[in-house]
């Protein structure tokens, strides 16, 4: 019995340990070993009730008595059940503790404050990149070139792509994309489009930026001069919610956009359900 007491002890450190350094890896740009550390961390999980349940036959063995076994799996039960919970959701709580999930974190890390600002003001002054989103395997961006919004994937650009040649891309006035966990979000280029190298290294970035940072994309909303960075945090179709931070240079967010509380005199932060407007 004591040994199966330490395989528990080893795996309730174990997998928060492999978590966390999945997620920091997806974030850092190694998309293949971050998802095999969640992966593994994930399969952990799995094995950590059963190895309660283990302990729990070994322990009622050791007792004779009818009445002892029973207030023991009387006691272990309701344990078992928190300790399931607690999995459960710790994949939701590591996640949630590397990145800017509460406003409070956010505004005490002056670095990533100062670096999102800077990047906002530069996507104000460009003006033409409105939006730049990262799904686990790529990024994905739009650039507004006159009247039309055009959509982008990374996955589409190669690293020695030549920028002569014009990109595959799609008119977002032509094509719905559904707001679904359980379908494709996939591109589906409708034109042939040139791209600027200084776009895209700058999409390229701002990617790299958010991901880092743990943001899930960022948008420029250029009539009102204001940069949202957003976090999903869904569970299920309707479930869960966005967590939403807005850069106003002026300081004085417009009557658009609704806020929770104001973080600093540019920074407001606001928490919205998944289907809503901004």
Known sequence: MRRRVIYILVLAVLFPVLEKAGIECSQHGYAISGSWLVSLANTLKVVFPVLLIALLVAATRTYRNPFARFAIAALFVPLFLVFCMVIAMSGWIILNTSRPAWPGTFIKDPSAV????????????????????????????????????????????????????????????????????????????????????????????????????????????????????QIHDFIGWDGGTRCTYYFCPTGTLPEDFTYTQQLTANWYYAQKPRFSER
């Open 114 to 229: 100062s670096q999102l600002t800077d990047l906002a003001n530069e996507m104000i002054q460009r003006r033409r990149i409105t939006w730049v989103g990262n799904s686990r395997w790529r990024f994905i961006f739009d650039i507004n070139d006159g009247d039309v919004e055009y959509q982008f994937a990374s996955t589409f650009i190669s690293k020695d792509h030549d920028f002569s040649k014009p990109v595959d891309a799609e008119d977002t006035s032509k094509v719905h994309h559904f707001d679904s966990p359980f379908l494709s979000n996939a591109l589906e280029p409708t034109d042939k489009v040139l791209l600027d190298p200084n776009d895209y290294a700058f999409c390229k970035r701002a990617s790299e930026i958010i991901r880092r940072t743990g943001f899930d994309n960022v948008q420029l909303y250029p009539e009102q001069n204001v940069v949202q960075y």
